[in-house]
Each structure stands twice: as C-alpha cells, then as structure tokens.
C-alpha cells in the first residue's frame, strides 16, 4: 500500500448557528479521483477549505504524503501542492486575468511569462480565455475557466474542484475530463464535488457521502447508479419531473430586432435579437458562456436602459427604456446568475433581502412591514427546504445551493407574470434541483411565461417547451424540445444554425408550387 495523499482524522468545525463538519475522516491516495456527495449544507465546501488552509479545524488532525500539517492559509496549502478551484470564485474584479492567476505563482514569474503560460494552457486544455481582459468583464462560465487554469498552473499533488462544471458546456465538460484523467494517472489526486451524479460516476472512483456534516457512507461510484447515489446523498430518489403539454397562451415578452452595441471593448454586440415568451410556457436559451448571455439578460431586466422602447416589450408595453422596477410592476421578475452581490447582499439578513424585488413590503405611510418580511421569508425556507438559521441569517452564512434555494424561491413567490431565470440549478443538489424545476414548471402551468438561460444542456431539454441558441451575439431560431437533439444544439452553439437549416431544407422534399410562386422562390432564394 502506498503512503495516502491525504489523510484526515476526525475533523469537526462548529459556527454558532451549525456544525458544519463533526467528526469527518478521509483517505484519498495518490492518482484517485475521490468524489464528496452530499446535498446543500452537508459541509462539503467547509471541508475543502480546511484542507486548503481557508478555514481552520475546531478539532481533528491533517496528513498530508504521510506527514502531519497545520495549513494556516491558502499559501501554505499551495506550497505543499494542494490547489483548489472554489465554487464562489476568489478573484479581484478589477484586475485582469493574468494578473490574477500571477497572484498566486511563484514571484520570480513575470506577467509576460505568466500570460504566455495561461494562453499556452488555455489551448492546450480548450478553455478558451482572453489573459488581458479585466475579470468584471467576465461571466461565471469564464471565470471558472480562470480558476481552473490557475489551479493546472501550479502542478499541483492534490486538485480540489468545487463544482467545476456547473456553468460549463458537454464538450468543455469533456475536454476538462481529459485533462483530470491526465493528471490523475501523473499521479495527482483529486478531490471533486459536483452535484451531477453522472460525472462522477464517470470520472471517480472512489467516493464519500456526507449528510449534515457526517460521513454517512463510502463507495465505488463506477458500481452505483444514479439512483442509488441519490439514496446515499438525500435518502431517496428525486420525484420524477410532470411536464404536461399545454397550449400556450398570449405573448407576454416579445424581443423585436434587440441590436446593442457591447458597452465595453470584451463585451458582445447584440445582433437582431428575436424572440416571443407566451403565457404558460417555458422557453429555454443554450450557449456557451460569454455569446452575449449577459448582455441579453442586462437588457430584459432593465439594468441596461439603452435600447429603442420598442425593442422590448413585456404585455404589449413597450420597456426598452425602463429600469428594473418599472417592468417589476409589469410582473417581470428576475434571477440572475450571480447569487452574492447581484442575487442579494451577502451581509443583510434573508428578509431583507426580499426587499430588492418586493415593492408591498412597504406601506403608504413609507415605513418596513418587518414582521410581514419575516414572516414571507420564513414561508419561502420552510416551502424551499432551505438550511438557514431563519429569517435573519445573513445571506453569506447559506451555502451556495441554499441560497440558490431561497433567490428562486423568492421570485417564485411574488407570482410574476414573466419569469426570466439565468443558471436556475447551478451548483444545488439533485433533490433541491428537481425542486426548483418542478417549481418553474407549475409556475409555468400556472399561465406564467418562463425564460431560462442556463448551460446546462440536461435542464433545458428537461424544462423548456421551446430552445433557442445564442452564440456570438445572436440568436437562433427555436426549436420544439420534442425535436431537439443534444448533437443539433451542440452545433449550434457554435453559430451553425444556419448551415444545419440549409443541410434540413435541402433533405427535405420539394412541395409542388403554382408557377408564380415558382417565380416568387427563384427571384427571392432561401430565406433562412
């Protein structure tokens, strides 16, 4: 037997309102990928930062190659060869990515020469970066490349991935693998979290569940299911999503030729952007990350103002030009894809953070209903099984997946018209997943017209009636979910809708026209 990678024996850390690991032990030996599974809130992420030095232990030791450590800070922890890629990202917005990832290199390193090492990596791994561009100019999706190629910068021994492949595509998701599987048979281990049970079964081949901050079980995922690695985590399967076919009701959104010029040199020009939302239906956006996603969601939340009125229009009211809280009375309600300082204010409590999308709470005489906030955010914790210490935890003290939880919840709740929803399920268990999917979808037969932005391939086929594609700025046409296909939405994510149209038209029999429509045709050609 060889000497483990790691070693931890008995770790327990306590905050006032949870223990949040009691007791835990792990064994992961060199060149095994070893997944931890466990629902939101079962202390995964604590235990990843006691092993990187981020969070100190109440009790319990640390061996590492077979020695004992004390990893007081992320630098210690980086120079005995542990690296980890967070869930919530740990980058200077405004620095660029190079300097960034010189951060935490070795100081001898110049920016030149670290940037030529990000380019050099970014291609030879397909996780395509700009070195120079500023990291507020990024999306999720493209920060997270950044983590990961600050981590593969540093040869580490030991890989910690926190959800890695949340906001990423199939075939980025794919092209990473190679990559784990490479440095795994070099003989680095790797921790991986992910909520995504095929992964891991895929990838691991060793595995912990935790529950409530308890090792509850170990196993060898290439010989469970999806199933019984759902049982292991929640204690039983996910309910089976009901999508019931329904005719769709009138237009609610309507996007009529959005043209937007990027606001900043690294952003994406919107190009003839049209689209329709009716009542009672869920219309679904693929993309790879930073096509002008953002840009697009910027637009229809009203956070940026600058396009023609009638470019936008929510219930047949022109809004282009209105802010957030004139189309929030409109009955438009908005989640975006970043939780903590866009989603909610980290250091506010969760009742007043149901201030940033709820106009009722305050009365006509100007003051705060607070008892009636407590008592709305309790009723969201309690219907979305969010783990918070109630109404007046901090928004900061939730992990990832429960605040998620709660964001949803608490547009779900104020019963809007039009849902626009970007990234629903990122980073949230299997079970809290089929939750808050089962949720758009009776919102949705409720008669409220849903847009979703995710780049989760699995949840659009799954929830949408209807999918659309942007890439570079525009978008495709839709496409019935019934008639899509994983491999025609992989090609268009990379803008080829207009060849897979003309490769279906030229399959497709040519119906007999009367001759002056012959004339029409010939003069006119194919109108894509």
Known sequence: MSIPRLQLAHIT????????????????????????????????????????????????????????????????????????????????????????????LDKSLTLQQVTHSITMKATEYGLDIDPSRPVHTLSVGEMQRVEIIRSLLTNPKLLILDEPTSVLTPQAVEKLFVVLKKLASEGCSILYISHKLHEIRELCNACTVMRAGKVTGVCDPRRETNASLSRLMIGAEPPELEHHDRQPGDVVLSVNGLTLPREDQFGVDLDDIRLQVRAGEVVGIAGVSGNGQRELLYALSGEDTRAASAMIEVSGHAVGRFGPAHRRHLGLHFVPEERLGRGAVPTLSLSQNLLLTRTDAVGKSG?????????????????????????????????????????????????????????????VDVGASAQIRGEILKLR????????????????????????????????????????????????????????????????????????????????????
């Not at 929830?463 to 890439?471: K, Q, Y």
């Not at 979910?481 to 279906?504: C, F, K, N, P, Y």
């Open 13 to 104: 850390k306590r905050y006032p309102s949870v223990v949040a690991n009691d007791g835990v032990s792990l064994t992961v030996q060199p060149g095994e990928t070893h997944a931890v599974l466990g629902e939101n809130g079962a202390g995964k992420s604590t235990l990843m930062k006691v092993i990187y030095g981020s969070v100190k232990p109440d009790e319990g030791t640390v061996m590492f190659d077979g020695q004992p450590v004390h990893i007081r800070n992320p630098q210690e922890a980086r120079a005995l060869g542990i690296s980890m890629v967070f869930q919530h990202f740990s980058l200077f917005d405004t620095l660029t990515v190079a300097e960034n990832v010189w951060l935490g």
């Open 367 to 427: 003051w705060i209903d607070v008892k009636g906030l407590r008592g709305q955010a309790a009723d969201i914790i309690r219907r979305f099984n969010v783990k918070a210490g109630g109404p007046d935890a901090v928004a900061r003290s939730l992990s990832g997946g429960n605040l998620q939880k709660f964001i949803v919840g608490r547009e779900i709740d104020a019963r809007p018209v039009l849902l626009v929803i970007s990234q629903p399920t990122w980073g």
């Open 445 to 528: 037969d409720a008669g409220c017209a849903v847009l979703v932005v995710s780049e989760e391939l699995e949840e659009l086929f799954e929830i949408s009636d209807r999918l659309h594609v942007i890439a570079k700025g525009r978008l495709s046409p839709s496409v019935d979910r019934a008639r899509a296909t994983v491999t025609q939405i992989g090609e268009w994510m990379s803008g080829l809708w207009v060849v897979h149209a003309l490769r279906d038209a030229a399959k497709a029999p040519t119906p007999a026209l009367p001759q002056r429509g012959r004339e029409e045709d010939q003069q006119g050609g194919l109108n894509v």
